[in-house]
């Protein structure tokens, strides 16, 4: 047992960065005209040309009901971290947006984004269950909230709404496709219900579609006219399918190119209403410095327009990935699944058309559950770095902070579990660390029955 193997760690391999298309990229420096462009401080919208591409390539991969999506609901952000906080500063208010509600397990590291606005004792989980989100849960403690609310006096705002133009009351936060930690993904009709749930009570949906080019068949199947699932739409697209073009609308998309190219660019996009994108482009920081990460924009709108990202995405990364996967998978069922573990990633988000359709899997993670007998998901994640140099993410790092709820839900569900990562270590390790997971538990049984 020589090596350390850090199956919490949510970042793609080194070796998968692109950095010779990157270097290739930068190389248009040498053109004057170019360089001027992209050292200069950037449009409060983004490299314009970028933007176009970025809106380009989202309606090839989507294919959204409501047609090509223009350039106008494209805006250029620092990545998905540094937008939310954006969008926070834009369109929240601590004094009138009334509680941050967060899909749980949720991403743990989100909060502090919150905490950090001014909400640190208004975040508030909402249970998934195996279509995503319990949407009845979620129906029942708005309403519970708005009357309280409305018993206990008025909200006063301190953003001017001659400047702000659109505070919403309530926000949620979701990373509804290949989530995080859970793998879930949502089904259409509670992401359709969802959207209706958000107008009634003015909430504004944050939505990280971070994970959702990065998908495959569960299984290696060789017939050749085997295909995927269609993508479910996205909450922006039913938001803008069902919505006036002059509406602020209720849903941000939120991406980032850390997952598909690498997390040291630091650029991402956010996709909404022309109101909500226009808006955004105009809070301070980027009014007075200009769009953040201008000058690696200029880099990856070169890898996008001639089609060498969608080219590492489709020859590097998915390979890759769906054989970390299935190595994964595997291991979890030959060594875990004996021990009475589960894998917990939810039910299919749709019903294949025809048995030459499969339900993809795909994204970062996966999350299985401990049988009720081992000690705490905490405690064996403690057991398994101490003494077999193993580590993982468990199942209480992703209550939603502050929430007392939150943490008693914790304990009769998805605290009891843990998230694996495929995405940083190679295949013989996640094996190792799979196997190492057993020995541990097959000694915290043994104990249990003593």
């Known amino acids: 047992m020589s090596s350390h193997i850090n199956l919490q760690l949510g970042w793609p391999s080194p070796r998968l960065y692109p950095a010779e298309q990157l270097a290739a990229a930068a190389a248009i420096l040498s053109d004057p005209d170019v360089a001027k462009v992209a050292l200069m401080y950037g449009p409060d919208l983004g490299y314009a040309p970028f933007r176009e591409s970025v809106a380009k390539w989202l309606t090839s991969f989507y294919e959204p009901p409501s047609g090509s999506i223009p350039i106008e609901r494209i805006l250029i952000t620092g990545g998905a971290s540094q937008n939310l906080a954006s969008i926070l500063q834009v369109f929240s208010d601590p004094h009138i947006t009334r509680r941050i509600w967060m899909v749980e397990p949720t991403y743990f590291l989100a909060c502090t984004i919150f905490q950090d606005a001014g909400f640190a004792d208004r975040l508030r989980g909402v249970p998934e269950n195996e279509q995503g989100l319990d949407i009845e849960f979620l129906r029942k403690e708005l309403a519970k909230f708005e009357y309280e609310a409305s018993q206990n006096g008025v909200f006063h705002e301190i953003k001017p709404s001659s400047q702000y133009g659109k505070i919403f009351r309530h926000i949620l936060y979701l990373t509804p496709t290949f989530s995080n930690p859970s793998a879930k993904t949502m089904s259409t009709p509670v992401r359709e219900q969802l959207i209706a749930l958000a107008r009634e009570y003015d909430i504004l949906l944050i939505s990280d579609d971070v994970y959702d080019f990065l998908r495959w068949p569960a299984e290696d199947r060789k017939a050749h006219s085997i295909k995927l699932a269609p993508n479910p739409p996205r909450l922006v697209d039913l938001d803008r399918a069902t ?32 109101k909500i994108i226009l808006r955004l482009s105009q809070n301070g920081a980027t009014t007075s410095g200009g769009a953040p990460s201008h000058l690696t924009s200029t880099f990856l709108d070169h890898l996008l327009s001639t089609g060498a990202m969608q080219k590492h995405i489709d020859e590097v990364l998915i390979p890759t990935y769906q054989s970390r996967y299935r190595v994964l998978m595997a291991a979890l069922k030959t060594q875990l699944e004996p021990l009475g573990v589960r894998i917990t990633t939810g039910a299919p988000y749709t019903i294949p058309a025809d048995e030459n359709t499969i339900v993809p899997v795909g994204g970062f993670f996966t999350y299985i559950s401990f049988p009720p007998r081992l000690p705490s998901a905490g405690v064996i994640a403690k057991r398994a770095k101490e003494e077999y140099q193993l580590t993982f993410a468990y199942g209480e790092m992703f209550v939603v902070k502050g929430d007392e709820t939150s943490v008693e839900r914790s304990k009769q569900g998805f605290g009891n579990g843990a998230r694996l990562c495929w995405a940083w270590h190679e295949q013989d390790e996640i094996e190792e660390g799979i196997s190492r997971l057993a020995k541990l538990l097959k000694i915290l049984l043994a104990e249990g029955s003593a």
């Open 243 to 274: 919505s006036s073009d002059d509406s602020w609308g209720n849903s941000i998309s939120n991406g980032s190119f850390s997952k598909i190219v690498a997390p040291g660019v630091r650029v991402g996009w956010a996709e909404a209403s022309p």
